[in-house]
């Protein structure tokens, strides 16, 4: 036996199933009852190893136990001697029983999943080198073992099948209804009820075990047709991503999910709620049978099974008709089709099942486990060489260590063997080595915060004299070279200081390269940080956007930066033109034209532009025909072609969706003039925006256009959305990030452009006639410049839900380019500078100023869950406000917030404009030193005006948008 949650289930089952077979093992820890042919061994020893290096490998601490193990039997002789090949370095049992006299008949291996096989499928992805070659050395390990051994046999037939497929030597089919206690399992009928049934997970929160999948399932299925959902296992490391708890604990906030996350129930837990209107849900991505799922449908409770999981064999071959339920956990959304039919018609379903269980015998196929363990040995490998290359391991293992007296292990395992009077744990002493990141993470907590902050930024600065140092010393002849002081500097850059001079050296090389917009990106970045064109680049940027065709990103460069003394009136100018421009709409000739819409007053108008976007189409189409609203008829779906060189139309013809509207222009436009055709052509009262890699909830559509019509003041309600990871054709892995819009109004619009989002928000189409379309000449940054364009004008609502999804294909994403972080420049940055926010807030009541104010010192982006702060964009708000009404008590924060920008200024230009690569230690630690007294100075300030100040330099804006280094 084993203390290992399911293995020691199945050995405790296994002994009682066959009361004519004496079964030893070694008891770990004090325990309940046992059957009485199951003898416990306390052992008097246990290894302990001093070694820190030995502890902190899985190999030496796994033969440490089987050393124990051989220890206790020193001497003896069994006719069997049976081993889980869950333990991935079970070879080494055999020179620990050579070393300790140990004799024996046979050597059976239980097959329930190679160790190896649980870790590969823990990653979200594939896993890095080193870990892929050690999860490569262990199957090695595990295939050597399955050669060796006499006999083989497993309760999966799938799984038998399948290693010996793999090896080249079969095992043994143990019938799992030869466990005694699954046959004596009596299904249960509860009465029906009104309210709809539950819904359990109940399993290791493994990652293969689908626990991730569920919840995404959850998230998919309406919350009225369930009465509750429960997900229960014990925690479990998931790979990159730590513990299972803390991930999924984040994808229920994500998608802000009613379920309960619990730790693993015990059977009398789990045998009511087989017995009660519940239904288990068992989603996992592979399972070489899963005996939980077998437990429930024995019980008589309905269950959803992956079509991965091995017990579908066996109900297939041993409970032929048995009614069951096969997901797909790969496709949540279908997954949840099937299991919503479940949960309709549950009461006939469940009837059904206890019925087929009563009356119908099943099939006990597949010998016996005496017969198993009697047969002749199917040995493929001899075992001698094993045990001659182990032995000297094992033994110098020994020499490392020590067996040390143990204390008696209380309670009645210990009166079964009275002989035996000292305890057997494994547990060596610090068998984990010490992590120093959480030591020093509470000793850095202990430090005052300006303390801490200047400890950090003191150690990034000796890391900065290195990398400068090497930069310095590297060639840049030719391009590879230049490459290699690239990523001189990428590396600089993870210490988020000086990135001013670092982002000033990338653009210089890139000009080199021939890269003229990515050095223009960079300095740009330059520019924002400082606040002023330092090292005079303006007519060059300029000019390399207009080679690009970037006509108004010069002229934003132009009017921000190219003379300070007309920079206000040049940027008032070009806000004022911007807004005129988008005031009409150029028509357009389609070049096809395919309308299907019957419903002449639709509510709402989903529109979709397309662009090489036939692959991901009929994903897209499938997710969207589950919209509530949409089977009610009240949604036009406006598809915009702009003369794609695919063909997306033969996909949303298939599909079949009731009112559709295609246009194809006959030349490729932008994204948001592709928007404004769709708006020109739409009927319906409310807008909806939608890439064929966006997706929503299936009563999102009905949920918003409810809102919209019981609030009619507000002009967009929104929800929240998540990121998720999918593979090529658009099925869900993983969550990356969520934007949490947890505000309830459209101010934090000014300090977060995710926080007003398209997916999900429905908005009024009045806002056109109001504040204009959508700008055509951007990219990828309209949606943000349409909404600082209505700011402060438009009204929000935010609804406490998660209602969309962004599917991040494994592809780059179109938004994610050097382009529109350049166009942004106009679409955000420009606005929001003292210039731009005086036309912006040209019309706005000094108290809401004031507001803006508090929320750009201290706000919470969506997109984290840390506090965030604004300072330029607060000295930009405050330098109005103070220019308007100058006696306003928000002005004498004033001083305070300059000090801070000033400093945090100084801190991305530690050495003013001189070249890294000439930059001497002192000069930045003087720098440091400045910047850190004019943050002090500021907090003490705004203290006295009962402000709760705490600057964090590495929190605000400047470090948390357009910070990371492009690739060239």
């Not at 020193?74 to 006299?101: K, M, N, R, S």
């Not at 029906?192 to 990652?207: D, I, S, V, W």
């Not at 991305?908 to 404009?913: I, K």
């Amino acid at each position: 036996m084993t203390g290992v949650g399911g293995g020691e289930s199945f050995y405790r089952s296994l002994a009682a199933s066959n009361p004519d077979i004496d079964f030893y093992f070694v008891q770990t820890e004090p325990m309940g009852d046992v059957p009485p042919n199951a003898h416990p061994v306390v052992s008097p020893r246990r290894c302990v190893c001093d070694d820190s290096l030995i502890r902190r490998q899985a190999s030496a601490l796994q033969q440490m136990v089987f050393l124990d193990l051989a220890a206790t039997f020193e001497g003896q002789h069994f006719d069997i001697v049976d081993l889980p090949d869950y333990y991935t370095f079970g070879l080494y049992l055999f020179g620990a029983l050579d070393l300790f006299g140990i004799s024996y008949d046979r050597l059976v291996l239980s097959m329930h999943g190679p160790m190896t096989m649980s870790v590969w499928l823990n990653w979200s992805g594939t896993p890095p080198p080193e870990i892929a070659q050690s999860i490569e050395e262990g199957a090695q390990l595990e295939n050597a073992l399955y050669q060796v051994v006499d006999i083989r046999y497993g309760i999966s037939r799938t799984f038998i099948e399948a290693r010996a497929a793999a090896n080249g030597t079969g095992g043994y089919y143990l019938n799992p209804l030869r466990l005694d206690y699954l046959r004596r399992l009596s299904p249960s009928r509860p009465a029906p009820a009104a309210e709809p049934p539950g819904l359990l997970f109940a399993a290791r929160k493994e990652r293969w075990k689908g626990a991730h999948l569920y919840l995404e399932m959850l998230w998919w299925l309406p919350r009225s047709g369930y009465r509750a959902a429960v997900l229960a296992g014990n925690d479990a490391d998931v790979g990159p991503d730590g513990r299972s708890n803390v991930t999924l604990g984040r994808m229920l906030a994500n998608r802000k999910i009613d379920c309960t996350l619990v730790n693993q129930k015990s059977w009398p837990e789990l045998r009511v709620d087989f017995a009660a209107r519940n239904i288990v849900v068992v989603p996992s991505t592979y399972d070489s049978l899963n005996l939980g799922a077998l437990e429930s449908l024995l019980c008589g409770c309905p269950t959803a099974i992956s079509r991965f999981a091995g017990v579908i064999r066996f109900l297939s071959d041993s409970l032929p008709g048995l009614p069951w339920l096969m997901i797909d956990p790969t496709d949540p959304p279908a997954a949840t089709d099937d299991l919503q039919r479940l949960l309709d018609g549950y009461d006939d379903h469940r009837a059904q099942l206890v019925e087929h269980l009563q009356t119908r015998t099943p099939i006990i196929d597949g010998p016996s486990l005496a017969e198993i363990y009697q047969s002749p040995s199917r040995r493929s490998t001899d075992r001698a060489p094993v045990i001659a290359a182990t032995k000297p391991l094992l033994a110098r293992l020994l020499e490392i260590g020590q067996f040390c007296l143990r204390e008696t292990v209380p309670g009645p395992a210990a009166a079964t063997t009275p002989a035996s009077t000292f305890s057997f744990r494994y547990q060596p002493r610090d068998s984990q080595p010490t992590d120093p990141r959480p030591v020093a993470a509470r000793a850095l907590a202990q430090i005052p915060q300006s303390a801490a902050l200047e400890k950090q930024f003191r150690d990034g600065i000796a890391l900065l004299c290195d990398h400068y140092r090497l930069y310095r010393e590297a060639p840049e002849t030719d391009a590879a070279a230049r490459a290699v002081k690239r990523k001189i500097l990428y590396e600089a850059l993870q210490r988020r200081l000086d990135r001013g001079r670092i982002f000033h050296e990338l653009g210089r090389l890139a000009y080199l390269d021939g890269k003229g917009l990515l050095g223009a990106a960079y300095d740009l970045r330059v520019m924002r940080l400082a606040g002023a064109d330092l090292f005079d680049r303006c007519l060059t940027i300029a000019g390399v956007l207009r080679q690009h065709g970037m006509m108004n990103e010069a002229a934003a460069v132009e009017a921000l930066y190219g003379d300070a003394v007309a920079a206000p009136a040049r940027c008032a100018d070009f806000l004022d033109q911007a807004r005129a421009r988008c005031q009409t709409l150029a028509p357009v000739a389609f070049e096809r034209v395919i309308d299907r819409r019957t419903n002449a007053a639709p509510r709402v108008a989903l529109i979709v532009s397309l662009y090489d976007a036939a692959a991901k189409m009929p994903r897209f189409l499938e997710l969207l025909r589950r919209q509530t609203l949409i089977g009610r008829g009240e949604v036009e779906i406006i598809f915009i072609d702009s003369a794609s060189p695919r063909d997306e139309w033969a996909p949303i013809e298939a599909a079949a969706l009731p009112q559709c509207l295609y246009l194809r222009t006959a030349e490729r436009e932008t994204i948001p003039q592709a928007w404004n055709r769709g708006i020109a052509a739409s009927r319906a009262p409310y807008l909806i925006f939608l890439g064929a890699d966006e997706t929503l909830r299936p009563d999102a559509l009905a949920i918003l256009a409810d809102a919209l019509d019981a609030a009619p003041s507000v002009d967009w309600v929104q929800a929240s959305a998540v990121v998720v990871r999918t593979d090529a054709a658009g099925r869900f892995t993983d969550d990356l990030m969520a934007y949490d819009r947890k505000t309830v109004d459209a101010d934090f619009m000014l300090v977060d452009t995710t926080y007003v989002g398209h997916v999900p928000g429905l908005y009024r189409r009045t806002l056109h006639d109001r504040f204009g379309w959508y700008d055509g000449s951007f990219r990828g940054a309209s949606d943000t410049e349409f909404k600082m364009r209505a700011f402060p004008g438009f009204t929000v609502d935010t609804l406490e839900m998660t209602l969309g999804e962004y599917l991040n294909y494994p592809e780059p994403r179109t938004t994610a380019s050097v382009a529109v972080e350049i166009e942004d420049l106009r679409a955000w940055y420009l606005p929001r500078t003292a210039a731009g926010i005086a036309t912006l807030l040209r019309d706005c009541p000094a108290d809401r100023i004031a507001r803006l104010v508090d929320i750009a010192l201290n706000h919470r982006k969506c997109y984290f869950d840390t506090p965030s702060s604004d300072v330029e964009l607060a000295a930009a708000l405050l330098a109005v406000l103070k220019r308007d009404d100058p006696d306003h008590p928000a002005c004498r924060l004033e001083p305070g917030t300059a000090m801070v920008l000033d400093a945090y200024r100084q801190l991305d230009f530690l050495s003013g404009t001189a070249p890294v690569s000439d930059t001497a230690p002192e000069s930045l630690h003087a720098g440091l030193q400045a910047a850190l007294a004019a943050i002090s100075r500021a907090e003490r300030d705004h203290l006295i005006l009962d402000r709760t100040a705490s600057y964090a330099f590495y929190n605000d804006n400047r470090c948390q948008q357009h910070y990371w280094p492009w690739e060239p």
